[in-house]
């Protein structure tokens, strides 16, 4: 069974940093793509970032040229670099992985790390 762990959230002023780290487990042939979702109080979840296998990015354009995500496959994790924080980037961040392992395909969610910025 795939599992994911994230790790790195926390309270920081607008302006600062903090890195989101999602360490994948199980039985894993080869991950497909590997990303961050947030949910904000109130409102719905929202892609923020992924990567591909191959180390392909892309970002929603509210964090972009702010965040930047790497991926390691020897390890199978994956971080997330924030930098510039602002009130609006609280919220709780989820990883997910679309990976291979050696019988199926999975899509598989982490439990979520609060992320919390003040003004």
């Known amino acids: 069974q795939v599992q994911l762990v994230e790790s790195g959230g926390g309270l920081v002023q607008a302006g600062g940093s903090l890195r989101l780290s999602c360490a994948a487990s199980g039985p894993i042939f080869s991950i497909n793509r590997m990303a961050w979702y947030r949910q904000a109080p109130g409102k719905e979840r929202e892609w923020v970032a992924s990567i591909s296998g191959g180390g392909s990015s892309s970002y929603a354009s509210a964090v972009k040229g702010r965040f930047t995500i790497s991926i390691d496959n020897t390890k199978n994790t994956m971080s997330m670099a924030m930098n510039s924080l602002k009130p609006e980037d609280t919220a709780v961040y989820y990883c997910?992985?679309?990976?291979?392992?050696?019988?199926?395909?999975?899509?598989?969610w982490g439990q979520g790390t609060l992320v919390s910025v003040t003004s």
């Open positions: 997910n992985t679309q990976a291979r392992t050696t019988v199926q395909y999975v899509e598989v």
